[in-house]
Nanobody, 119 residues
Framework: QVQLVESGGGLVQPGGSLTLSCIAS????????MSWYRQAPGKERELVAS????????DYVDSVKGRFTISRDNSKNTAYLRMNSLKPEDTAVYYC????????????WGQGTQVTVSS
């Protein structure tokens, strides 16, 4: 069965760093665009970063450009989100998603991992 399992969330001070991982199973990982989304309390889920199936195309929401890095290792069926210079406004539940197309909603979602940025 299809599974996306996120890990790496936690509590971090402003200015700190975290790396999220998303391990996929049950589908052909290397054929899917992988994306990270986040949802803060009281807000809609937003797309944070995307990486194409072979990693050749990457995109970020403006608010994280220069601070976050998305990557993937197709040999390990894993996507990553390295988050540096974290701010309190980055606090949210972070989800990974897998999609067949570059645009549109993912076909598969993970369960989410909480990231809290606070002193």
């Amino acid at each position: 069965q299809v599974q996306l399992v996120e890990s790496g969330g936690g509590l971090v001070q402003p200015g700190g760093s975290l790396t999220l991982s998303c391990i996929a199973s049950g589908f052909t990982f290397s054929h899917r665009r992988m994306s990270w989304y986040r949802q803060a309390p009281g807000k809609e889920r937003e797309l944070v970063a995307s990486i194409s199936s072979l990693g050749g195309t990457i995109d970020y929401v403006d608010s994280v450009k220069g601070r976050f890095t998305i990557s993937r290792d197709n040999s390990k069926n894993t996507a990553y989100l390295r988050m540096n210079s974290l701010k309190p406004e980055d606090t949210a539940v972070y989800y990974c998603g897998a999609a067949r197309l570059w645009t549109g909603q993912p076909d598969y979602w993970g369960q989410g991992t909480q990231v809290t940025v606070s002193s």
